[in-house]
């Protein structure tokens, strides 16, 4: 695993120790920022289940503020520190231990908004919808949002959560990608793209 392009571009990443974690692959995340960036001007990024905090760091390296890192699991926060250091991003970013209700509700408390979230919990776990409607409900994002949400492609998320409306779909072997913008006055015109790629 490596920062795919941007800032620390080629920068080589840590995985977390076992099996418990599955990292984005590269090709993946080239996909996935190919469809929300591929470049951003700013912003606040918030990474869920940071894992390997690969997502979030490839944001900062493609020109995000800062971001929030956030995994339940000791392993992980240490990879993410780690990540961190090698990529020269440390004082860009801010990482906490937590479980990502805890941590969504703590973060509404500091009344933190985000541009972009991406949501990449244990495939065995199907709440992505709820995830995005707490975060809706805690007003953690500012107008026009991303939320990235990466799950097992057998499962099957509705076009419409909330205020979230779905933008792209694509599939990669057995993961799937769906990217949601959150537009809570408006709504969006455009159907969604559902891509296929049976490389995986």
Do not use: C, H
Not at 113 to 121: A, E, S
Not at 123 to 143: D, F, H, Q, S, V
Not at 168 to 176: E, F, H
């Amino acid at each position: 695993m490596r920062v795919v392009a941007g800032e620390a571009k080629g920068r080589p990443l840590k995985a977390v120790p076992g099996t418990g974690t599955r990292p984005t692959t590269d090709k993946v995340k080239e996909a996935l920022f190919s469809m929300i960036g591929p470049f951003f001007e700013g912003g606040t990024a918030l990474d869920l289940f940071a894992g390997t905090g690969g997502l979030a760091i490839e944001a900062i390296s493609r020109g995000m503020d800062r971001a929030i890192l956030v995994d339940a699991d000791a392993k992980s926060i240490e990879v993410v520190r780690a990540n961190l250091k090698a990529t020269g991003f440390e004082s860009r970013a801010e990482v906490y231990r937590n479980d990502a209700q805890r941590a969504l509700k703590a973060l509404s408390k500091r009344e933190t908004k985000f541009d972009l979230v991406f949501l990449d919990p244990p495939y065995r776990m199907k709440n992505g919808a709820e995830l995005m409607l707490t975060i809706e409900e805690y007003g953690l994002l500012e107008p026009e949002a991303t939320v990235v949400l990466e799950y097992d492609s057998s499962y099957e998320y509705p076009e419409t959560t909330g205020a979230f409306e779905l933008q792209r779909k694509a599939v990669y072997g057995d993961i799937a990608v769906s990217i949601y913008r959150w537009r809570p006055e408006t709504g969006a015109d455009s159907q969604p793209d559902e891509e296929e790629d049976s490389n995986g």
